[in-house]
């Protein structure tokens, strides 16, 4: 009897693996859908919408983090042969950087320089070095989902690929900190509804994504004077006291993953 009850163990035992694998392996493919992201701001524009004359300062370098999770529908096996779930996703939080050129761009060219005359007015030969323009954005984002399994029945590791749509509403604040020319520190900050789209390829645990973001505010100071402004004469561009300034940004990104 006991020699019976061990072969009936042994053999549901060697059976159930089988068994198991076989009823997960629909599901396994959409697994990892939460994670984090690091993303590597490649460009990003600060345009002032206010001013006659187009003026932009272009990104030297950015990085952004971001932490969330797609809940796709169905539940169970995807549309199309298990193929293509939807759904909703959610970044409970996001935050990037941006530090900005020294020079702007005025009408599509970029300067690399401020203009002799202004030089030679300046005592010091290096208070151009003072000058610097950053960015702050904090918030979170949502939207819609669409993945895509393009292999699920494959006998490679092929049918772990997945590629993934999404498309956010990111409210968000956001604070740019400038430098003028004497060293003094201006912030101002504003409530920023700003959109992005973008795509990534995910291969289980791990996930390689291009976006693009677009947002457009009016900045406030956060001091009791008024925002600065950009203003232009014949002596160059500089950042004056003023009202309220519209900045639009335009950025596109590439983000490394991990999803668990």
Known sequence: MKRLLLGIFTAVAAVSPAVMSADDAPRNIWKYNKGINIGFITHQGLKDMDSEIPFQYDSSFGISFSTGASYLWPRSEGWAGNRVKVGVDARWFEISYVKYK?????DGVQLDGWNSDIEDDWEDEDIIDNMNT???????????????????????????????????????????????????????????????????????????????????????????????????????????????????????????????
């Open 134 to 260: 950053q960015q702050l954005h904090m918030g979170v984002g949502l939207g819609p989902t669409v993945a895509c399994v393009p292999f699920p029945n494959a006998d490679s590791a092929l049918k772990f690929l997945r590629v993934n749509l999404t498309a956010h509403f990111n409210p968000s604040a956001s604070a740019l900190l400038y430098k003028d020319e004497y060293g003094d520190t201006n912030v101002s900050w504003a409530f920023v509804p700003a959109f992005d789209f973008g795509m990534s390829f995910q291969w289980k645990n791990f996930v390689l994504g291009f976006e693009g973001k677009w947002g457009r505010a009016k900045y406030k100071s956060l001091f009791e004077e008024d925002e600065f402004e950009n203003s232009f004469d014949s002596d160059g561009i500089s950042m004056s006291s003023g009202q309220k300034q519209t900045f639009k940004n335009s950025s596109f990104r590439i983000n490394l993953g991990f999803r668990f």
């Open 102 to 106: 020294k020079y702007p761009k005025i």
